[in-house]
């Protein structure tokens, strides 16, 4: 009877040092993709439909934020920001100036996501506006300080897209690979191009501006990480 009593005590034991491990291994990456994230990105933006004429292509960065509005349901509110540059010129004055054209785009909307073990599949629609500026810096031998704005439009903007992140590490604190992929709809906007600007001999601009809709296809590629 006692070697009876010896085995079931172990048997007992045995169980109570396995079941913490068993929630354990599988806990690290549900919980992963149902907590608070952020993100940042580099951005290549191509031009399409009449954009595409004046501008093929925009570059730049961009970051996200990603907050659960159903816990286990893959659902988010998620906001996006982005600065794309697609023009630049030079100028030997005096003084002498650099310009640049660039894209300011704010967005939010909903996020739904699908997680398979370490992969996050995701889609979203998202909308807000975007802000199209053309500005002015002096440069460094100038001793100035001060950005002029030469031109500038603010339009409405829509923007579906999708993607997938990999997590990188099997802690829940891990960063993951996100790549991505949307349609940025800005509607009709006024912007420069390279080339749309002249600097006069009095040191004043001459600004060509072009009016079309401004359409891109944006590939996105970045680091993301979930808050505590």
Not at 124 to 151: I, K, V
Not at 161 to 189: K, Y
Not at 192 to 203: E, F, L, R, W
Request: glycine fraction near 14%.
């Amino acid at each position: 009877m006692t070697w009876r009593r010896t085995l079931s005590s172990g048997a007992v034991l045995s169980l109570l040092a396995m079941r913490p491990a068993t929630p354990q291994s599988g806990t690290p990456e549900a919980q992963r993709w149902d907590r608070p994230e952020i993100g940042v990105n580099l951005a290549l933006g191509l031009g399409r439909g009449q954009f595409h004429q004046f501008v093929k292509a925009a570059g730049g960065f961009g970051g996200y934020g990603a907050f659960p509005i159903a816990l286990h349901g893959g659902l988010a509110l998620r906001a996006d920001l982005s600065v794309l540059f697609h023009g630049f010129d030079s100028w030997s004055g005096p003084p002498a100036f650099d310009t640049e054209s660039y894209i300011t785009s704010l967005r939010a909307g909903p996020q739904l996501a699908l997680a398979l073990g370490p992969v996050q599949f995701y889609g979203f629609w998202e909308g807000g506006f975007s802000y199209f500026a053309t500005d002015a810096n002096p440069d460094d031998a100038c001793g100035c300080d001060f950005t002029q704005t030469l031109h500038d439009d603010l339009t409405w903007a829509t923007e579906v897209g999708g993607g997938v992140r990999v997590a990188l590490g099997r802690s829940v604190s891990s960063a993951a690979l996100d790549l991505g992929i949307r349609a940025l709809r800005n509607g009709e906007a006024s912007y420069v191009t390279a080339g749309g600007v002249t600097q006069n001999s009095d040191g004043s601009f001459t600004i060509r501006p072009i009016r079309s809709e401004a359409h891109l296809l944006v590939i996105t590629l970045g680091v993301s990480g979930w808050l505590r």
